[in-house]
């Protein structure tokens, strides 16, 4: 063989060699990197025990527990439901700023308007370039996401108006829908929705609104209620000290003095009190969540 041969043939081994090489150097850091741990926050605007949140959480783990990825679930709470002003906020984002400064995160859950609205402020400075899956968020706008390309999920879309027909179906001499709130975001928002249906009804039945009534108040009123009445749930409700009460405590409350039939629009109210509803299931809320999470976190 000429030494001009050999010398082609030993550049064209060289080439082979050498990605094979490499292949064998590389493919188990690949594999190490694709057996990494994704380490997914879960923003909740409320509290662990509130029985939304928790129905959400389960959601979430059924479907993690069956995904092939190893991944390390973090749950946070803003508590929001007991606190809510510019002042705690600006606090919560300290905190956060402070607890993550040296963590990174593949992805966040978020639930509820709450913590939406707090990373739509503050993910950049938190947790920049982290995809964003939300759930449980009412009134959702499109404006909402501008120029948000990370941000993504599935809403809560409550039908009033669906169990508002419903109920009149079933007790047709109703005159009066009433509504128990403690001025939350959600029952303002819930009443925002009302704000367009009314005009459909207002011709045969009266919507009759109670803003901050506490337990006490709301389950004297009830008492008083004309027998053609209704009664809708579309927010928590606070006892006498101002303290939160429990979907489900609030409703068996209200159940155990009412004569006229309560609906609601959440899947936790039934069993303690309520005739029924088209209802809302936190646990869908999280599953649902969870999945546009994997398709995420699977690239």
Same mark, same amino acid.
């Given at each position: 063989?000429?030494?001009?041969?050999?010398?082609?043939?030993?550049?064209?081994?060289?080439?082979?060699?050498?990605?094979?090489?490499?292949?064998?150097?590389?493919?188990? %850091? %690949?594999?190490?990197?694709?057996?990494?741990?994704?380490?997914?926050?879960?923003?909740?605007?409320?509290?662990?025990?509130?029985?939304?949140?928790?129905?959400?959480?389960?959601?979430?783990?059924?479907?993690?527990?069956?995904?092939?990825?190893?991944?390390?679930?973090?749950?946070?709470?803003?508590?929001?439901?007991?606190?809510?002003?510019?002042?705690?906020?600006?606090?919560?984002?300290?905190?956060?700023?402070?607890?993550?400064?040296?963590?990174?995160?593949?992805?966040?859950?978020?639930?509820?308007?709450?913590?939406?609205?707090?990373?739509?402020?503050?993910?950049?400075?938190?947790?920049?370039?982290?995809?964003?899956?939300?759930?449980?968020?009412?009134?959702?706008?499109?404006?909402?996401?501008?120029?948000?390309?990370?941000?993504?999920?599935?809403?809560?879309?409550?039908?009033?108006?669906?169990?508002?027909?419903?109920?009149?179906?079933?007790?047709?001499?109703?005159?009066?829908?009433?509504?128990?709130?403690?001025?939350?975001?959600?029952?303002?928002?819930?009443?925002?929705?009302?704000?367009?249906?009314?005009?459909?009804?207002?011709?045969?039945?009266?919507?009759?609104?109670?803003?901050?009534?506490?337990?006490?108040?709301?389950?004297?009123?009830?008492?008083?209620?004309?027998?053609?009445?209704?009664?809708?749930?579309?927010?928590?409700?606070?006892?006498?000290?101002?303290?939160?009460?429990?979907?489900?405590?609030?409703?068996?409350?209200?159940?155990?003095?009412?004569?006229?039939?309560?609906?609601?629009?959440?899947?936790?109210? %039934?069993?303690?009190?309520?005739?029924?509803?088209?209802?809302?299931?936190?646990?869908?809320?999280?599953?649902?969540?969870?999945?546009?999470?994997?398709?995420?976190?699977?690239?």
């Amino acid at each position: 063989m000429k030494d001009k041969e050999k010398i082609t043939i030993s550049k064209y081994l060289a080439l082979i060699i050498l990605p094979i090489f490499m292949l064998a150097v590389c493919a188990p %850091l %690949l594999s190490a990197q694709d057996n990494q741990v994704k380490k997914v926050l879960v923003l909740h605007s409320y509290h662990h025990g509130l029985s939304w949140d928790d129905a959400i959480d389960r959601g979430i783990e059924s479907v993690f527990e069956k995904s092939d990825l190893d991944i390390e679930t973090q749950f946070e709470y803003m508590d929001t439901k007991r606190i809510y002003d510019p002042g705690y906020l600006d606090q919560l984002y300290k905190i956060y700023k402070y607890k993550f400064r040296n963590r990174r995160v593949n992805g966040i859950i978020s639930t509820d308007n709450n913590a939406l609205n707090f990373l739509l402020k503050h993910s950049n400075e938190l947790f920049p370039q982290t995809p964003v899956v939300f759930c449980g968020v009412n009134n959702f706008k499109d404006v909402m996401l501008k120029d948000r390309s990370l941000y993504t999920g599935t809403v809560e879309a409550i039908d009033i108006r669906e169990t508002l027909d419903m109920a009149l179906k079933l007790h047709p001499k109703t005159k009066r829908f009433v509504f128990y709130g403690d001025n939350s975001p959600t029952y303002l928002a819930n009443k925002t929705i009302l704000g367009r249906i009314i005009p459909d009804y207002e011709s045969s039945i009266d919507f009759i609104f109670k803003d901050n009534f506490n337990i006490r108040e709301i389950t004297e009123h009830i008492r008083k209620l004309p027998s053609n009445s209704l009664i809708f749930l579309i927010s928590t409700i606070r006892d006498e000290q101002g303290q939160l009460l429990s979907f489900e405590r609030s409703a068996e409350m209200m159940a155990a003095v009412s004569s006229a039939p309560i609906y609601g629009c959440w899947d936790f109210f %039934l069993g303690h009190g309520i005739v029924g509803g088209k209802l809302i299931s936190g646990f869908s809320q999280g599953e649902t969540a969870a999945h546009i999470a994997l398709t995420i976190l699977n690239g």
